[in-house]
Nanobody, 122 residues
Framework: QVQLVESGGGLVQAEDSLRLSCVASGRTVGTYTMGWFRQAPGKEREFVARINGLGRGTDYADSVKGRFTISRDNAKNTLYLQMNSLKPEDTAVYYC???????????????WGQGTQVTVSS
């Protein structure tokens, strides 16, 4: 089993930056596809970003492309999401996810964190 714990959320103003972290434990996730999803109040959970196993390739939702950067430190078993130029519409609970498949592009991840709240005020 893999446990994922997110941190780094908070209340910020528009145009501010935040960096989310997700620490994995239980197994080494260096070869796993790791992703970030978010869910705003009253909306379905949506894909934000993904990084393939061993960091070979990334993918982003159009709404965050150019503003968010996903990265990983396999030595620390940690996933990051650098969020710049934040907008009020980025307000959501952000979830970290992991798939045992190294090049997974779906949304049915094997493991999920509990989420961290990001609130962006205008």
């Amino acid at each position: 089993q893999v446990q994922l714990v997110e941190s780094g959320g908070g209340l910020v103003q528009a145009e501010d930056s935040l960096r989310l972290s997700c620490v994995a434990s239980g197994r080494t996730v260096g070869t796993y596809t790791m992703g970030w999803f978010r869910q705003a109040p009253g909306k379905e959970r949506e894909f934000v970003a993904r990084i393939n196993g061993l960091g070979r390739g990334t993918d982003y939702a159009d709404s965050v492309k150019g503003r968010f950067t996903i990265s990983r430190d396999n030595a620390k078993n940690t996933l990051y999401l650098q969020m710049n130029s934040l907008k009020p519409e980025d307000t959501a609970v952000y979830y970290c996810s992991a798939s045992t498949r190294p090049f997974y592009s779906g949304s049915l991840y094997d493991y999920w964190g509990q989420g961290t709240q990001v609130t962006v005020s205008s």
